[in-house]
C-alpha cells in the first residue's frame, strides 16, 4: 500500500483574504509552497537543508484554477505531490480542499528548475543523485 | 494608430523579495492586478466603481512564465492587455518588462469571471452592456 | 492553576522571508493576527463569529521589538494573551518564540477597537456583555 | 528654504486590503518601506547600493498608529523622514495622508540598526563616514 502525496493543514489567514471577502488568489500560490514544504520533508527531504547544500529550486512556472472561494478561518488541506521529475526540473501539484465539508476549491501546478547559488542551471541526478532518488521515490509513493 | 494595452511602472518592494534574493513567484499575480487596475483606468473603465454597481471579477484561473528574477530596487513595466472578452468571463496578459535593459522576466495571463456580489455568474454583455463596450473597445484599441 | 494566554505553532513561509534571508519585519504582525485568533479560540470566542454577529476589531495600534530574525523553515510559538480590556477597546500582547533554542525573537502589542459593521465605535460591554464577559475571563485565565 | 521629509506616491493594491474592506494594518509597513527607499533616494543615497557595500538595516523595532483606514484604489502619500539618528542606529518617521482629501490615516515610526552582512552591529559613522554624513544631512534636510 503506497501513497505519493502529502497534506498540509491551512487555517485561512484574515491578511490574506481581500475586500470581495475571499481569499486573495495570489495566496493559493504561497499555500503550495507550505504544501511542497511538508511534501519534502515527509519524504525525508529538507527544502532547508538543499539550500543549504547549494541547489536551488526556482520557480519556472506557476498555474491555478480557483474553483470555490475560501475565506478566513476556513481548515483547509492542501494536498501535494510530484507531478513530473526530470534531470533538471520538477513539477508538482496541488489540491486545496475545505475540510468542513470536503470540497475542492483550487488545484494548480508549479514548475521549478534545479540551479546551483549561482541561479545556473544543475542536472540534479548528475550532481545530487542522492537527492534525485529521494525525489523520484517520493514521486512513486513510498511505503506507509 | 491604435494601441491596445496599458504600461504600468513598479518598483520592487523589499517586501516583495525572499531568501534568495529575488522577487518571491506569487508576488507577480499582484503585480499583474496593478496592471488590470490601470488598463481600466487608462480606457475610462475604474474596477473601484464596477465593484461599487456590484460587478465582481473574481479570478478564476492564473497562470505565469518567468523567465528572469526581478530583484529588490528593480524598476519594472507591467504591460497588460485584454486577451478574450465574452459575455461573462474576461482574460487579460500581461508582460513584465524589466526597465534598464528592457529584458522580459515573465508573462502571464489571469481569467475573470464576471459576478454580482453574491458571487454569482453575470452576462455582463446582458446586463451592463456599456461596461462590456468599453471593454470590448479596449480590447481593440481605442485612438491615442 | 490558571493559565491567560495561548500558543501557536507557525512554521516561517518562504513568501515570509527577504532578501536579507530573514522574515520581513511585516509579516510579524501577521503571526500576531494568527495568535490573537487562536487566543479567541481557545477561550470559546470566535472572531469569525463576532464579526458575523457584527462585531469588528479594527487595528488602532500596533507595535513590535525584533530581538532575533526568524528564518525560514524556523518553527516558531506565539504566544498571545490579553493586555487590558475596556469597554471600547482591548489589547493584546505577544512572543514569539523560537521553538529549537526557545529564544526570544520578538515581542509585541497590538490595540484594537470594538466597532461595528459601519467601523462606528462601539460599547462591546453594553451590547455584548457576554462577549466582553468572555473576554474578561480569557484575560484572567480560566481553569484548565 | 529646505525640507527634510520626501514623499512617495502609493495606489492601494487589492491585495493589500481584507475581509473588514480596509487596508490590512500589516501593510502599512511595507508603505513605510517605500518611503525609506524614496527618502534614501532622494537624499542620494541608495539602500540598494548600501547593500551591496555591505551595510545593512535590519528593523528593531516598529509602531504604526491607524487613524482612519485606507481602502482599495485609494491614492496616498508617504511622507517620511529621519527622527534620529546614530551612530549605530537610526529611526524614521513616516506619515499615510490621503490625497482626494488630505487626511492623515495613520502614522508611524522605525527603528534600524546599522550592521554587516553577518548581521553584526557596525558602527556607520566610524566604517562609513560618508553615508552617515549624508544621513545627517537629510535629517537636517538639505537644499531644494
Same mark, same amino acid.
Given at each position: 500500500?503506497?501513497?505519493?502525496?502529502?497534506?498540509?493543514?491551512?487555517?485561512?489567514?484574515?491578511?490574506?483574504?481581500?475586500?470581495?471577502?475571499?481569499?486573495?488568489?495570489?495566496?493559493?500560490?504561497?499555500?503550495?509552497?507550505?504544501?511542497?514544504?511538508?511534501?519534502?520533508?515527509?519524504?525525508?527531504?529538507?527544502?532547508?537543508?538543499?539550500?543549504?547544500?547549494?541547489?536551488?529550486?526556482?520557480?519556472?512556472?506557476?498555474?491555478?484554477?480557483?474553483?470555490?472561494? !475560501?475565506?478566513?478561518?476556513? =481548515?483547509?488541506?492542501?494536498?501535494? %505531490?510530484? /507531478?513530473? &521529475?526530470?534531470?533538471? $526540473?520538477?513539477?508538482?501539484?496541488?489540491?486545496?480542499?475545505?475540510?468542513?465539508?470536503?470540497?475542492?476549491? !483550487?488545484?494548480?501546478?508549479? =514548475?521549478?528548475?534545479?540551479?546551483? %547559488?549561482? /541561479?545556473? &542551471?544543475?542536472?540534479? $541526478?548528475?550532481?545530487?543523485?542522492?537527492?534525485?532518488?529521494?525525489?523520484?521515490?517520493?514521486?512513486?509513493?513510498?511505503?506507509?
Amino acid at each position: 500500500m503506497t501513497e505519493n502525496y502529502s497534506e498540509s493543514k491551512i487555517r485561512v489567514r484574515y491578511a490574506e483574504t481581500d475586500t470581495m471577502g475571499i481569499v486573495y488568489h495570489a495566496n493559493y500560490y504561497v499555500w503550495f509552497e507550505v504544501g511542497r514544504g511538508d511534501f519534502m520533508r515527509r519524504f525525508d527531504i529538507s527544502y532547508k537543508q538543499m539550500e543549504e547544500m547549494g541547489i536551488m529550486l526556482p520557480v519556472v512556472e506557476t498555474h491555478c484554477r480557483y474553483r470555490v472561494p !475560501a475565506q478566513y478561518d476556513d =481548515l483547509l488541506t492542501i494536498r501535494t %505531490k510530484v /507531478k513530473e &521529475l526530470g534531470a533538471v $526540473k520538477i513539477s508538482f501539484q496541488y489540491q486545496v480542499i475545505r475540510d468542513s465539508d470536503n470540497t475542492l476549491l !483550487a488545484e494548480g501546478e508549479t =514548475l521549478h528548475a534545479f540551479t546551483d %547559488k549561482t /541561479k545556473k &542551471l544543475m542536472n540534479l $541526478k548528475k550532481h545530487y543523485n542522492e537527492i534525485y532518488a529521494l525525489l523520484a521515490k517520493a514521486m512513486e509513493g513510498g511505503q506507509i
